[in-house]
């Protein structure tokens, strides 16, 4: 098959884009083209097809060109256009993130071309105009019940009104422009998130849920471990940092926290004088694999919609049992009492009973952690259910008569 991804970067500033580059591998690995359509930019890798790339919006000097263009790109609209002519005919269209710099621009030209679109979705946008589902520090999904101006009301971007307004006309445009309408199907990496988006009146039968995916062949499963717990990823106070240092302090555990964020200070402060409580700060590749290989167990504590967090899928491949929090998506990863346990999210009380029950497991837990994520998140099973949403999509495109776009 012939496949058109689209996203953002050309280069990796975060998860979506992590996703964006493993699966153009797995799609060109199994034998498919793919061909990139990004936004321009200086700090993107090198690529045959970076002619056609489009400039986006400059949201941080903002002139009055580039706010017009942070709701509809005309650029992007033909730069596309230009690359279809000349690299077609496409099998199917692969958007990651295009909100605010591709924009739904881009949409009309995919239906133009009865190219089958499909939306693979990293955050909440389509529900929440700030993508995150969160207000003041907790948790919230008050726009899908009372709608998009809420943000306004509770100043849900930065506490700023103006902002918050900005993201707000953006969403509301961009629902018009048809950023639901004409997308063919949406995959959401976890059914939470797939509740959510029926809930911000997505239509169910565009809808379906394919989680993240982790390659196992270069992480090599060794029983063993030198005793401590590990939490590694953002260093932020929703990540449930706070919840769970109480609990290793009170438990006496050792606690290891790898990595960075805006809490990072807030957390020393916390642990000061804390003999078993250690933050190594951000760490990467074979550090990071090590600190990971040689944990009894991770942490994920999270304290808001986590869908399909990373980090849980690959301390699961390392064989490491996860202990969760009952949150978002987190339940969809861990199996309660075959290689984890969950626990209320801020409830310190649970949290150390499950620590405590972990120890008779540990070993079992881990095997069972592996297995699993071989069975249900590998990237044979990835591909293969990909692979099916594009044919029916594609088939779908062929018998059906196209709607106006």
Same mark, same amino acid.
């Given at each position: ?18 996703? $964006? $580059? ?26 045959? =097809? %970076? ?21 509809? /790109? ?20 692969? *958007?990651? *993130? ?7 621009? *881009? ?12 939306? %693979? ?72 998130? @797939? @509740? ?38 953002? #260093? ?20 290891? #926290?790898?990595?960075?964020?805006? =809490? ?6 916390? *642990? ?21 290989? @040689? ?6 504590? %999270?304290? =808001? ?5 990373? %980090? ?35 409830? #310190?009380?649970?949290?150390? /009973? ?15 952690? @592996? ?35």
């Amino acid at each position: 098959m012939k496949i058109l991804q689209i996203s953002h970067n050309y280069h990796v500033t975060g998860g979506s884009d992590a996703v $964006f $580059f493993a699966t153009t591998d797995l799609l060109q690995n199994a034998g498919h083209q793919v061909v990139p359509f990004c936004m321009d930019s200086p700090n993107n890798l090198p690529t045959q =097809w %970076s002619g056609y790339f489009p400039k986006g919006a400059d949201t941080k000097s903002q002139p009055v060109g580039d706010a017009l263009r942070y709701f509809y /790109n005309l650029d992007a609209r033909r730069k596309l256009e230009q690359l279809i002519r000349d690299a077609g005919p496409f099998d199917a269209a692969h *958007i990651h *993130i295009y909100h605010g710099k591709m924009t739904p621009a *881009i949409l009309p030209v995919l239906r133009r071309h009865r190219i089958p679109v499909l939306h %693979s979705l990293h955050e909440y946008k389509l529900a929440c105009p700030v993508y995150t589902m969160q207000r003041s520090g907790k948790p919230c999904d008050s726009c899908l019940s009372t709608g998009p101006l809420t943000s306004l009301r509770h100043r849900c971007k930065d506490g700023s009104l103006a902002r918050s307004a900005i993201m707000a006309a953006e969403f509301m445009t961009a629902r018009m422009l048809g950023d639901v309408r004409l997308v063919d199907r949406f995959l959401c990496v976890s059914d939470f998130q @797939r @509740r959510v988006m029926e809930r911000a009146a997505i239509p169910a039968q565009k809808l379906a849920t394919l989680h993240n995916f982790v390659d196992t062949s270069a992480i090599q499963f060794q029983p063993g471990h030198d005793g401590y717990l590990l939490y590694f990823g953002r #260093i932020e106070k929703l990540k449930g940092l706070e919840t769970l240092i109480n609990a290793a302090a009170q438990a006496g555990e050792r606690l290891k #926290i790898a990595g960075t964020g805006s =809490w990072s200070s807030q957390l020393q402060a916390q *642990i000061k004088g804390q003999s078993n409580i250690d933050y190594v700060g951000f760490k990467n590749g074979q550090e990071l694999a090590h600190l990971i290989a @040689r944990a009894r167990a991770v942490v994920v504590p %999270s304290e =808001w919609y986590e869908n399909c967090p990373m %980090s849980l899928l690959e301390a699961k491949a390392y064989g490491k049992p996860i202990i969760g929090a009952r949150i978002g998506g987190i339940p969809e990863l861990v199996r309660e009492g075959v290689d984890g346990f969950l626990f209320t999210p801020g409830n #310190i009380a649970e949290l150390k /009973n499950a620590l405590g029950a972990l120890d008779k497991n540990c070993e079992l837990f881990g095997q069972n952690a @592996r297995k699993d994520v071989e069975a249900r998140f590998s990237p044979t099973t990835y591909l293969d259910a990909l692979l099916h949403h594009y044919r029916c999509l594609k088939q779908d495109r062929n018998e059906q008569a196209l709607q106006p776009a």
